[in-house]
């Protein structure tokens, strides 16, 4: 149910990339997520690395699907991989079921630039799925163990209100504010 607050369902991964010549939609915004739901769970092996499990103490994250094949994840990752250096927010990519091999060749070429982050192997669409992914690339910011922001497509990482979101998202909420207002969910 919280994700369907977020995301509609529908079937994952069902177009394949744009061709060079189709126009694509300009970036977007992160968008706040409603009531702030508990994170799906995501523990993954990692490309040439130990696993990887998000922690609900972890610090702010952005949890960015991707795939090695799509345009737009070409074109965002190193705007992303720009915005992890100059933030400092962690970021946990996942690439959706890909062989590692072609993972390692797509950032040995460098088009993409270097990995942001771990790079988190999710072979059988179950994490994509459990986070209701249904367009790459689809970012979600995850704070104290909380969907906080999200946004399927291409995010402006370059845009200041990328950064002004997350910060906001990330502060700690006042104290005089209603239980809604801070994030908490209300039964």
């Not at 970012?139 to 990482?157: K, M, N, T």
């Amino acid at each position: 149910m919280a994700l369907a607050l977020v995301l509609a369902a529908g079937p994952l991964l069902a177009a394949p990339a744009l061709a060079a010549e189709e126009e694509r939609a300009p970036p977007g915004l992160l968008a706040a997520v409603e009531g702030r739901p508990v994170a799906p769970a995501l523990s993954l092996g990692v490309l040439d690395g130990a696993p990887v499990t998000l922690a609900a103490d972890a610090p702010p994250t952005i949890v960015h699907f991707f795939a090695t094949w799509c345009a737009p994840c070409r074109t965002e990752l190193p705007a992303l991989a720009d915005f992890a250096r100059r933030s400092g927010v962690r970021v946990l990519l996942v690439d959706v079921a890909e062989p590692a091999d072609r993972i390692r060749r797509f950032f040995a070429e460098g088009t993409a630039g270097a990995a942001p982050g771990p790079v988190l192997l999710d072979q059988n669409r179950a994490a994509a799925r459990g986070w209701g992914v249904s367009l790459l690339p689809a970012s979600f910011v995850v704070i104290s163990g909380r969907l906080a922001l999200a946004y399927e497509g291409e995010v402006d990482w370059a845009d200041p209100r990328t950064r002004a979101a997350i910060a906001a998202a990330a502060a700690p909420p006042q104290k005089n504010q209603p239980k809604e207002a801070q994030g908490e969910q209300t039964r």
